[in-house]
Protein backbone atom coordinates (compact mmCIF):
# COMPACT_ATOMS: atom_id res chain seq x y z
CA UNK A 1 0.00 0.00 0.00
CA UNK A 2 1.34 3.55 -0.99
CA UNK A 3 1.74 6.15 1.49
CA UNK A 4 0.90 9.17 0.85
CA UNK A 5 2.22 12.96 2.55
CA UNK A 6 -0.57 14.91 4.85
CA UNK A 7 -1.51 18.21 4.42
CA UNK A 8 0.98 19.65 6.03
CA UNK A 9 3.69 18.42 4.28
CA UNK A 10 2.35 18.70 1.22
CA UNK A 11 1.95 22.75 1.80
CA UNK A 12 5.86 22.29 3.12
CA UNK A 13 7.41 20.74 0.32
CA UNK A 14 5.82 24.06 -2.32
CA UNK A 15 7.65 26.10 0.13
CA UNK A 16 11.13 24.51 1.02
CA UNK A 17 13.76 24.97 -1.67
CA UNK A 18 12.42 25.26 -5.50
CA UNK A 19 14.28 24.36 -8.43
CA UNK A 20 12.23 25.33 -11.68
CA UNK A 21 14.62 24.00 -14.86
CA UNK A 22 12.16 25.53 -17.24
CA UNK A 23 13.28 28.92 -16.13
CA UNK A 24 16.38 29.40 -17.97
CA UNK A 25 14.82 28.94 -21.32
CA UNK A 26 11.49 30.37 -20.38
CA UNK A 27 12.14 33.52 -21.57
CA UNK A 28 13.59 32.11 -24.85
CA UNK A 29 10.26 30.34 -25.53
CA UNK A 30 8.42 34.12 -24.44
CA UNK A 31 10.42 35.50 -27.46
CA UNK A 32 9.44 32.64 -29.51
CA UNK A 33 5.91 32.61 -28.88
CA UNK A 34 5.37 36.64 -29.20
CA UNK A 35 7.22 36.13 -32.72
CA UNK A 36 4.59 33.32 -33.66
CA UNK A 37 1.87 35.53 -32.63
CA UNK A 38 2.80 38.28 -35.08
CA UNK A 39 3.49 36.12 -37.92
CA UNK A 40 -0.02 35.11 -37.61
CA UNK A 41 -2.29 38.07 -37.14
CA UNK A 42 -1.73 40.58 -39.92
CA UNK A 43 -3.07 43.49 -37.74
CA UNK A 44 -0.86 42.72 -35.16
CA UNK A 45 2.28 41.96 -37.66
CA UNK A 46 1.44 46.03 -38.80
CA UNK A 47 1.61 47.75 -35.68
CA UNK A 48 4.17 45.78 -33.72
CA UNK A 49 6.54 44.17 -36.80
CA UNK A 50 8.95 46.39 -36.20
CA UNK A 51 8.85 46.32 -32.42
CA UNK A 52 9.36 42.65 -32.81
CA UNK A 53 12.16 42.77 -34.90
CA UNK A 54 14.04 45.01 -32.35
CA UNK A 55 12.96 42.47 -29.72
CA UNK A 56 13.83 39.67 -31.38
CA UNK A 57 17.96 41.30 -32.66
CA UNK A 58 17.71 42.06 -28.41
CA UNK A 59 17.03 38.41 -27.13
CA UNK A 60 19.72 36.68 -25.16
CA UNK A 61 21.20 33.30 -26.97
CA UNK A 62 19.52 30.19 -26.18
CA UNK A 63 20.44 29.69 -22.49
CA UNK A 64 23.06 27.59 -21.69
CA UNK A 65 22.72 24.36 -19.33
CA UNK A 66 23.64 25.12 -15.43
CA UNK A 67 25.23 22.89 -13.36
CA UNK A 68 23.65 22.41 -9.72
CA UNK A 69 24.90 19.47 -8.18
CA UNK A 70 28.00 17.02 -7.78
CA UNK A 71 29.15 14.13 -5.83
CA UNK A 72 32.48 13.20 -3.85
CA UNK A 73 32.99 9.54 -3.32
CA UNK A 74 34.33 8.12 -0.03
CA UNK A 75 37.46 8.19 -1.75
CA UNK A 76 37.88 11.27 -2.82
CA UNK A 77 36.32 12.39 1.22
CA UNK A 78 39.22 10.16 2.25
CA UNK A 79 41.62 11.53 0.13
CA UNK A 80 41.15 15.04 0.14
CA UNK A 81 41.11 15.15 3.91
CA UNK A 82 43.80 13.67 4.22
CA UNK A 83 45.69 15.49 2.08
CA UNK A 84 44.36 18.74 3.16
CA UNK A 85 42.83 19.68 0.16
CA UNK A 86 39.12 20.02 1.12
CA UNK A 87 38.82 23.65 0.94
CA UNK A 88 41.04 23.73 -2.66
CA UNK A 89 38.43 20.73 -3.86
CA UNK A 90 35.13 22.72 -2.58
CA UNK A 91 36.36 25.85 -4.26
CA UNK A 92 36.76 24.20 -7.17
CA UNK A 93 33.27 22.84 -7.12
CA UNK A 94 31.86 26.34 -6.34
CA UNK A 95 33.49 27.58 -9.01
CA UNK A 96 32.01 25.69 -11.42
CA UNK A 97 28.65 27.25 -10.26
CA UNK A 98 27.82 24.28 -8.55
CA UNK A 99 25.92 24.88 -5.50
CA UNK A 100 25.05 21.72 -3.83
CA UNK A 101 27.62 18.54 -3.14
CA UNK A 102 26.70 15.39 -2.41
CA UNK A 103 28.87 13.18 -0.13
CA UNK A 104 29.64 9.80 0.38
CA UNK A 105 29.76 9.41 4.39
CA UNK A 106 30.16 5.64 4.78
CA UNK A 107 33.14 4.53 7.39
CA UNK A 108 33.71 8.36 7.41
CA UNK A 109 34.31 9.63 10.79
CA UNK A 110 32.35 12.20 12.64
CA UNK A 111 35.17 14.16 12.87
CA UNK A 112 35.53 14.13 9.06
CA UNK A 113 32.07 14.20 8.11
CA UNK A 114 31.89 17.70 10.28
CA UNK A 115 34.91 18.81 8.39
CA UNK A 116 33.67 18.14 5.25
CA UNK A 117 30.41 19.80 5.44
CA UNK A 118 32.27 22.70 7.28
CA UNK A 119 34.00 23.50 4.23
CA UNK A 120 31.38 23.23 1.85
CA UNK A 121 29.42 25.61 3.57
CA UNK A 122 32.64 28.01 3.68
CA UNK A 123 32.36 28.23 -0.18
CA UNK A 124 29.02 28.37 -0.34
CA UNK A 125 27.99 24.85 -0.88
CA UNK A 126 25.10 23.09 0.65
CA UNK A 127 26.50 19.76 2.07
CA UNK A 128 23.89 16.87 1.42
CA UNK A 129 24.69 13.18 2.74
CA UNK A 130 24.00 10.67 -0.27
CA UNK A 131 23.15 7.40 0.94
CA UNK A 132 24.47 4.58 -0.87
CA UNK A 133 23.74 0.95 -0.74
CA UNK A 134 21.22 1.37 2.78
CA UNK A 135 19.57 -2.22 2.07
CA UNK A 136 22.59 -3.62 1.92
CA UNK A 137 23.66 -1.94 5.53
CA UNK A 138 20.32 -2.97 6.36
CA UNK A 139 19.48 0.89 7.46
CA UNK A 140 16.19 1.53 9.02
CA UNK A 141 14.54 5.21 8.30
CA UNK A 142 15.45 6.09 11.45
CA UNK A 143 19.54 5.31 10.44
CA UNK A 144 19.11 7.00 7.64
CA UNK A 145 18.18 10.44 9.54
CA UNK A 146 21.09 9.47 11.77
CA UNK A 147 23.63 9.24 8.81
CA UNK A 148 22.45 13.07 7.60
CA UNK A 149 23.11 14.03 10.85
CA UNK A 150 26.38 16.42 9.77
CA UNK A 151 24.67 17.76 6.64
CA UNK A 152 22.14 19.98 5.39
CA UNK A 153 20.03 17.48 3.26
CA UNK A 154 19.50 13.91 2.33
CA UNK A 155 19.80 12.27 -0.52
CA UNK A 156 18.37 8.95 -1.58
CA UNK A 157 18.73 7.38 -4.86
CA UNK A 158 18.07 4.09 -6.86
CA UNK A 159 18.79 1.89 -4.52
CA UNK A 160 16.48 3.05 -1.78
CA UNK A 161 13.48 3.13 -4.04
CA UNK A 162 14.49 -0.20 -5.78
CA UNK A 163 14.75 -1.39 -1.71
CA UNK A 164 12.09 0.38 0.18
CA UNK A 165 8.43 1.57 -0.27
CA UNK A 166 6.35 4.56 -0.78
CA UNK A 167 5.13 4.57 2.89
CA UNK A 168 8.96 4.02 3.60
CA UNK A 169 9.41 7.32 2.02
CA UNK A 170 6.78 9.35 3.47
CA UNK A 171 8.21 8.29 7.14
CA UNK A 172 11.59 9.57 6.08
CA UNK A 173 10.22 12.47 4.99
CA UNK A 174 7.70 13.25 8.44
CA UNK A 175 10.93 12.62 10.45
CA UNK A 176 13.72 14.31 8.43
CA UNK A 177 12.90 18.19 8.54
CA UNK A 178 15.84 19.45 6.04
CA UNK A 179 15.80 18.83 1.94
CA UNK A 180 15.27 15.19 0.47
CA UNK A 181 16.85 15.02 -2.65
CA UNK A 182 15.64 11.53 -5.20
CA UNK A 183 17.58 10.44 -7.85
CA UNK A 184 16.19 7.63 -9.48
CA UNK A 185 17.03 5.39 -12.98
CA UNK A 186 14.68 6.17 -15.97
CA UNK A 187 12.94 2.79 -15.59
CA UNK A 188 12.07 3.71 -12.09
CA UNK A 189 9.90 6.63 -13.09
CA UNK A 190 6.84 4.98 -11.83
CA UNK A 191 8.72 4.46 -8.13
CA UNK A 192 9.27 7.78 -7.92
CA UNK A 193 7.03 9.49 -5.05
CA UNK A 194 3.96 12.21 -5.85
CA UNK A 195 5.64 14.74 -3.47
CA UNK A 196 8.21 15.08 -1.36
CA UNK A 197 11.27 15.37 -3.23
CA UNK A 198 13.21 18.63 -2.86
CA UNK A 199 14.75 18.18 -5.77
CA UNK A 200 13.76 14.61 -8.50
CA UNK A 201 16.92 13.63 -10.75
CA UNK A 202 17.01 11.26 -13.20
CA UNK A 203 20.14 9.51 -14.12
CA UNK A 204 21.12 9.71 -18.31
CA UNK A 205 24.57 7.73 -17.50
CA UNK A 206 23.63 6.19 -20.69
CA UNK A 207 24.26 7.96 -24.48
CA UNK A 208 22.10 5.22 -25.95
CA UNK A 209 19.08 5.94 -24.57
CA UNK A 210 20.63 10.05 -23.69
CA UNK A 211 17.63 12.14 -25.57
CA UNK A 212 14.72 10.10 -24.29
CA UNK A 213 16.08 9.88 -20.61
CA UNK A 214 16.02 13.80 -21.38
CA UNK A 215 12.65 13.83 -22.37
CA UNK A 216 11.62 11.83 -19.55
CA UNK A 217 12.95 14.05 -17.07
CA UNK A 218 11.42 17.23 -18.64
CA UNK A 219 8.00 14.99 -18.22
CA UNK A 220 8.82 14.61 -14.46
CA UNK A 221 9.72 18.35 -13.56
CA UNK A 222 13.59 16.56 -12.76
CA UNK A 223 17.08 17.31 -12.65
CA UNK A 224 19.50 15.87 -15.49
CA UNK A 225 21.58 13.95 -13.68
CA UNK A 226 24.91 13.37 -16.16
CA UNK A 227 28.02 10.66 -15.97
CA UNK A 228 31.23 12.25 -15.95
CA UNK A 229 32.91 9.15 -18.24
CA UNK A 230 29.74 8.86 -20.45
CA UNK A 231 27.56 11.88 -20.93
CA UNK A 232 29.07 14.97 -19.41
CA UNK A 233 29.92 15.93 -22.72
CA UNK A 234 26.34 15.99 -23.69
CA UNK A 235 25.22 19.11 -21.33
CA UNK A 236 25.48 21.91 -24.48
CA UNK A 237 22.36 19.37 -25.48
CA UNK A 238 20.52 20.71 -22.17
CA UNK A 239 19.60 23.67 -23.46
CA UNK A 240 18.67 25.74 -19.84
CA UNK A 241 18.02 22.89 -18.16
CA UNK A 242 19.70 22.14 -14.84
CA UNK A 243 22.09 19.06 -14.66
CA UNK A 244 24.18 17.20 -11.79
CA UNK A 245 27.50 15.57 -12.24
CA UNK A 246 28.88 11.70 -11.42
CA UNK A 247 30.76 12.20 -9.92
CA UNK A 248 33.13 15.26 -9.50
CA UNK A 249 36.04 14.85 -12.16
CA UNK A 250 39.12 13.54 -10.22
CA UNK A 251 40.00 10.69 -8.09
CA UNK A 252 37.21 8.19 -8.50
CA UNK A 253 36.76 4.92 -7.22
Not at 62 to 90: C, D, N, R
Not at 108 to 134: F, I, T
Not at 173 to 187: D, E, K, L
Request: with cysteine; proline share 6%.
Amino acid sequence: MKGEPDAHWSQSFLRLKQWPQTTATGSVNQFIGFHVMIDHNPQIRKILGPLAATVMALAPAAAEAAPYGTWLSQPQIWFHSTKGSLSQVMAQIRSENYQVVFLDYRKVSDSMQQEVAREARRHGLMPVVWVQSPQYRRMSIRDLVVEARHADGIQVDDHFFANYNQSDFYVLRRAYTNPIFCSIQPFQAGLAPHGGCNQLDVQCYTPETFQNCVKLADKMGAVVSLSTANTLSRQAALGGRRFNTFLWPGLRD
